[in-house]
């Protein structure tokens, strides 16, 4: 009895070693999950929000052809607004679906961002299916476009923790009258 007296404190040792390295283990584990999912989540929403801006570009870029057409924006290819409705029409319903994975996973300033980004690009759309000939008030709606834009990447990069970017307000020559 005694030698296992004497044995005893080392046994005890062992298990609580033992127990010690089993709960680090179960710590490290928990922390790596908790990281991996963070960072798989991060991976998307960063997917969902180059989604939806590439889709809402998509209609963007048709409104400055048409707008081309119109004589508005010196867009290098104009397009008509009959040929444009189609693809205005396949852009919104791309655009749709987008917008709600965005919803989904976006943060409120992001959501917000986006929300008063598509607000500006409707504007736009409406301007370009009145026929409306007024290359000053195409340039407004250009400018809240480009500043609504830049505020939907602002808020995407502090929602990802990304470091800022380009404003990406390249400038543009007006439609001259004459």
């Known amino acids: 009895m005694s030698a296992f007296l004497q044995q005893l404190p080392a046994l ?39 989604d939806y801006a590439r889709a809402l570009k998509k209609s963007v870029n048709l ?6 057409h119109l004589g508005n924006d010196p867009h290098p290819h104009p397009l008509s607004p009959a040929e444009a409705e189609p693809l205005l029409a396949a852009a919104t319903d791309g655009r749709d679906p987008a917008g709600e994975a965005l919803i989904m996973l976006g943060s409120r300033d992001v959501v917000e961002r986006a929300r008063e980004w598509v607000t500006t690009v409707m504007d736009m759309e409406r301007f370009m299916r009145g026929g409306t000939v007024d290359p000053d008030a195409w340039q407004d709606l250009l400018e809240r476009q480009r500043a609504c834009r830049e505020r939907y990447y602002t808020a995407v990069r502090e ?8 404003p990406a307000l390249w400038p543009t020559r007006p439609v001259s009258d004459g």
């Open 12 to 50: 005890i040792g062992v298990v609580i070693g033992a127990l010690g390295s089993y709960l680090a283990v179960v710590r490290g584990d928990q922390v790596r999950f908790r990281q991996e999912r963070a960072a798989r989540w991060e991976e998307r929403r960063l997917a969902v929000y180059g």
């Open 159 to 166: 929602d990802l923790a990304l470091p800022p970017g380009h």
């Open 63 to 68: 409104t400055y052809r048409v707008a081309a």
